[in-house]
């Protein structure tokens, strides 16, 4: 006798999904779908368009500035390890000291893997800030942590994949604004997109990873970050920026990447080249060149020539 299932784990990932989110995934499948930003013909277009669209929807839920701040990935850890390794694994350190990073007892291994990876390879230090025992942190143990002048970064969970607990993210971002301006904040969102309000401007959220597969009921190996102007470009002195741990694609590039590797002298050389390929030959009116023979290992023996020519001659005649 088959019993009814009871699904209790949407922590790690939701079911049942919304039915438009299966009608949505079927007819990608089912109809064309081009690469966005890739091509200039309609189904690339229209690819673009619907990536677009998916980006102001995530920026009008997290009230981010703009939908240019969103970038997709493949989920959570993905993001998180883009925004750990793109801030501390690529810069120098300040002054010969490793940079301090505030986390706390609560975080899922998304974040806990890469920062004792970081720690363990000598390039940043880690604070770990414990918890009560309800659950929750003090946000004024974390923001007197992070006051620092070696801090970095402040990286926490929003809520906690394990326990459930929300923690006070508006209160520990409007310390860390008001008393170390030069620390990011990045914020584990996995278990908090569309399952609790979230305003990244108010809460002075620098970095947002999310997934898709959990609260938003989207399918698995999707999800992207929010990344704040600040964080991206260090427009006023803070430790970064995030730099990109991957290089590729097309779309929008930094300044010094694309043109170093291929400038605009060496891509007319190219496309001077593939036009000379693509030309005919031979120009209209002029007589062919017999072709040199190919140069052969040794002599044949005349032997061998002479009985196959014969041979040939032979079956010729009799046919």
């Known amino acids: 006798m088959q019993t009814e299932l009871t699904y209790l784990d949407?922590?790690?990932?939701?079911?049942?999904?919304?039915?438009?989110?299966?009608?949505?995934?079927?007819?990608?499948?089912?109809?064309?779908?081009?690469?966005?930003?890739?091509?200039?013909?309609?189904?690339?277009?229209?690819?673009?368009?619907?990536?677009?669209?998916?980006?102001?929807?995530?920026?009008?839920?997290?009230n981010a500035p703009s939908p240019d701040r969103i970038s997709l990935s493949s989920g959570s850890t993905a993001s998180l390890n883009m925004a750990l390794l793109g801030l501390l694994w690529l810069h120098p350190h300040p002054k010969g000291k490793r940079p301090r990073v505030v986390t706390t007892v609560l975080e899922h291994n998304a974040v806990r893997r890469p920062l004792k990876h970081l720690e363990r390879d000598g390039i940043c230090e880690i604070v770990e800030v414990r918890s009560s025992p309800d659950g929750f942190v003090d946000p004024e143990e974390i923001v007197a942590a992070a006051a620092d002048e070696r801090c970095a970064a402040v990286a926490m969970t929003m809520c906690s994949n394990v326990i459930g607990t929300a923690q006070p993210i508006e209160a520990i971002g409007r310390g860390l604004h008001a008393r170390a301006p030069h620390v990011l904040f990045i914020a584990d969102g996995a278990q908090a997109m569309s399952a609790l309000p979230i305003d990244v401007q108010a809460m002075h959220i620098d970095v947002l990873a999310f997934s898709g597969h959990k609260a938003m009921l989207g399918p698995g190996g999707t999800g992207g970050m929010y990344v704040s102007e600040r964080a991206y470009a260090n427009t006023d002195g803070t430790w970064g920026p995030i730099r990109p741990t991957q290089f590729g694609g097309t779309g929008g590039t930094l300044a010094g990447s694309i043109e170093d590797f291929n400038p605009p002298r060496h891509a007319r050389r190219l496309r001077g080249r593939h036009l000379q390929r693509r030309r005919p030959r031979r120009p209209p009116g002029r007589p062919v060149r017999p072709r040199r023979p190919l140069p052969t290992r040794g002599p044949r023996p005349r032997a061998a020539a002479s009985s196959g020519c014969s041979l040939i001659a032979s079956r010729a005649t009799s046919a």
């Open 10 to 62: 949407n922590a790690s990932t939701s079911w049942p999904k919304a039915p438009s989110v299966a009608q949505a995934m079927l007819e990608a499948v089912q109809n064309p779908v081009g690469n966005p930003g890739r091509g200039q013909h309609r189904i690339s277009r229209h690819a673009g368009e619907a990536t677009q669209c998916l980006r102001e929807s995530v920026a009008k839920l997290i």
